[in-house]
């Protein structure tokens, strides 16, 4: 698959995900392998990845992603089926993907593996900016490398943290050292519904790009609110 492809057709995959067919894992260590070649600060790759494949581990972790979706997310402000959109069309596709996005907490007890990405060394709680873009800049591509070598050998993924809402109860399940290991980033791996897969709509470049500075007259998305409340998470999908 040539590169601009992947990057372009490299989407969330809720779907069309196909939990009949089994992931080999020799795919799954080819993908961890490219991934691998993702930068690393100061050369020292930090990147992990538990492949969850176990039944009944996977079950778990999908049971908890399913309680934090249903019991917090569903009914925070930031739930993707409450986001309206002034254009009838983009509105039409906001609720395509709220409809995805409630589907994937059905699928991710299906799915026969789940990729958890980890930063190995450090936990980022209360961290400065500086260490937490330091250090998760380290993580953040290499799981983006991961999804795109996954997409290149038809596998499908999709990056959720709805999970860390309850990071330690899924670090014990998996036996994850908490206090050494953050989890960063979780995605099913499967096998997709067909290959077709079409750019998403996105800003162009006119309206992200701000030349030699900051362009204060350009309107931006809504700030992010209700994520910096520590008492009452609003996990993302």
């Given amino acids: 698959m040539l590169i601009d492809e992947a990057l372009s057709t490299t989407r969330a995959v809720r779907r069309r995900l196909d939990a009949t067919r089994d992931v080999p894992v020799a795919l799954v260590r080819e993908c961890v392998e490219l991934a691998m070649q993702a930068p690393a600060g100061s050369a020292v790759a930090r990147s992990r990845f538990v492949v969850v494949r176990d039944p009944e581990r996977r079950r778990a972790v999908a049971r908890i992603y399913s309680e934090v979706y249903r019991d917090s997310y569903r009914e925070s402000a930031g739930y993707i089926g409450r986001v309206s959109r002034a254009d009838p069309a983009e509105q039409r596709m906001q609720e395509r993907t709220a409809r995805s996005a409630d589907a994937l907490e059905r699928a991710l007890h299906e799915v026969g593996t789940i990729v958890i990405g980890c930063l190995d060394g450090a936990r980022l709680d209360g961290a400065a900016a500086m260490t937490s873009s330091s ?63 079409r750019p998403a709509v996105r800003p162009g470049p006119d309206e992200v790009v701000h030349w030699d500075g900051w362009n204060t007259g350009r309107s931006g998305p809504e700030p992010v609110r209700g994520l910096l409340d520590p008492d009452r998470p609003d996990p993302t999908p």
């Fill in 135 to 197: 250090l998760l800049g380290g993580v953040l591509p290499a799981m983006w490398s991961f999804m795109l070598a996954a997409r290149a050998r038809g596998l499908g993924t999709c990056w959720t943290t709805m999970h860390l809402a309850r990071e330690r109860d899924v670090a014990e399940i998996l036996d994850i050292p908490f206090e050494r290991v953050q989890q960063v980033c979780l995605t099913p791996l499967a096998f997709t519904v067909g290959t077709d897969f």
